[in-house]
């Protein structure tokens, strides 16, 4: 059996997910589902990074004004440029160094 986290890995080495797909993916439904795979995306980053991996992260985009967000391990709620709520969420990935 593999833990949630070595799933997300698994996953994450063959493609790029937003934390909406993996939702998905994994089956993690409700209202602190984001949470914990944004958590989960947080120690993924520091585990593989001792293997000589990286996590690539695609940033947020505001899908109004075309706003770039930093890429951070978080879900942006609204853009602080226009302050619409039609984010394009962040993609993440294994890569190597
Ligand atoms: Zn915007």
Redesign the pocket.
């Known amino acids: 059996m593999m833990t949630r986290r070595q799933k997300i890995i698994k996953l994450l080495e063959e493609r790029d997910y937003s934390v909406s797909e993996l939702a998905l993916m994994l089956e993690i439904r409700g209202k602190g589902s984001k949470k914990i795979i944004l958590d989960d995306i947080k120690a993924i980053a520091n585990v593989v990074k001792r293997e000589g991996k990286i996590l690539l992260i695609q940033p947020a985009q505001?899908k109004?004004?075309?706003?770039i967000f930093k890429p951070e391990i978080k879900v942006p709620g609204r853009?602080p440029?226009?302050?619409?709520e039609w984010i394009e969420e962040p993609r993440f990935k294994i890569g190597l160094k």
Do not use: A, D, E
């Not at 109004?64 to 706003?67: H, I, S």
């Open positions: 505001c109004k004004c075309g706003f853009c440029k226009c302050k619409s």
